[in-house]
């Protein structure tokens, strides 16, 4: 895999924030806006934006940010995906950390000032930060945070072998993140991306910890039919993410998660939902399972379907939809 650009010259910053982005004008300048108001002084983190491939070039949007933080964008002629728009901005980040977010995040103001106090107590870890679901009136999108909250729940409390943080909100040290060659772009759908590469850290002895102060707001919104596709492409990803584990580790077939995990997936609405909607929640949390299970078993039982697959023109990828309940 290609290598990132020099980073010696003078003056650069501590911090790279990397956003991929696929046709959301809109949603990229509430973030970029977000950004723009860190605590954190300007001369110590930079904005890149990978454009990837988008119908309507971003350059305008980010261009109208340039005298308030030092961002650029890179804009790829065809879209590969978010893992590979990721690497793309990770190759012309210029800082020492990474901070991955998505286009449709709003960061709080302290988020990245908190980050360099995180890294500099736990230098060379990898951070996963909090996410916020602000689509409260979105019961599809507050479900999808509800199973984020349960799967890095079960991750911290479980001996699965590595923790799991999306990539909504994920920073660690730039020479650690080239060491395991960035994101794999093998996964070209939105899902599965960060789950695999969560793992390969942990395989190389990286160390990870979970850090709720650094939150980052996130707004998806979904209709029945896009929940059904994303939790159904989670489930394809799926089938890919435990294959690849389980050559790594030298084991034939696909390593499933214990039964506690489906135990404590389908259980967490009870314990956790607002007043009055625990069993809307829990039909909710059912059906993104059977999604999942549809997915992977579409996978499994369609060969042709297991080559990398393109973004269809005009979907955006949705970069934060690699949380699957892996």
């Not at 977000?34 to 988008?54: K, M």
């Not at 996410?131 to 799967?151: E, F, G, P």
């Not at 030298?250 to 039964?259: D, L, N, W």
Request: hydrophobic residues 40%; neutral net charge.
């Amino acid at each position: 895999m290609e290598r990132p650009i020099d980073r010696s010259a003078a003056a650069a910053p501590t911090i790279s924030v990397v956003i991929p982005t696929f046709g959301r004008p809109e949603s990229l300048a509430r973030c970029l806006d977000a950004l723009a108001a860190q605590t954190l002084p300007r001369h110590e983190f930079e904005v890149v934006v990978c454009d990837d491939g988008s119908p309507a070039p971003v350059q305008t949007t980010v261009e109208s940010f340039a005298e308030r933080m030092t961002v650029r964008v890179v804009r790829r002629a065809r879209s590969s995906g978010p893992a590979a728009a990721r690497n793309e901005g990770a190759r012309q980040a210029r800082g020492e950390l990474l901070a991955f977010t998505d286009d449709d995040c709003v960061p709080t103001p302290y988020w990245l000032e908190l980050l360099v106090e995180r890294m500099r107590r736990h230098p060379g870890h990898m951070i996963g930060g909090s996410i916020v679901n602000v689509l409260s009136d979105d019961r599809y999108a507050a479900a999808t945070q509800m199973i984020m909250s349960c799967v890095y729940d079960y991750y911290a409390h479980h001996d699965t072998g590595h923790r799991f943080f999306s990539t909504t909100n994920l920073s660690m040290p730039v020479n650690r993140f080239w060491m395991l060659d960035g994101f794999s772009e093998r996964f070209r759908r939105a899902a599965g991306e960060d789950y695999d590469f969560c793992a390969r850290w942990a395989e190389a002895g990286f160390p990870s910890v979970y850090a709720p102060e650094l939150e980052v707001g996130h707004a998806h919104g979904h209709t029945f039919a896009s929940f059904w596709k994303q939790h159904f492409g989670y489930g394809r990803a799926l089938l890919r993410v435990r294959e690849a584990m389980a050559r790594r580790r030298g084991r034939s077939g696909i390593e499933m998660e214990a039964p506690s995990f489906y135990r404590q997936i389908l259980a967490y609405p009870m314990r956790h939902s607002e007043k009055g909607k625990a069993v809307g929640d829990t039909a909710l949390v059912l059906l993104s399972q059977i999604a999942t299970a549809a997915g992977a078993l579409r996978e499994l039982l369609g060969p042709e379907e297991r080559r990398p697959a393109t973004v269809p023109t005009g979907e955006h990828p949705s970069p934060d939809a690699s949380s699957a309940t892996l």
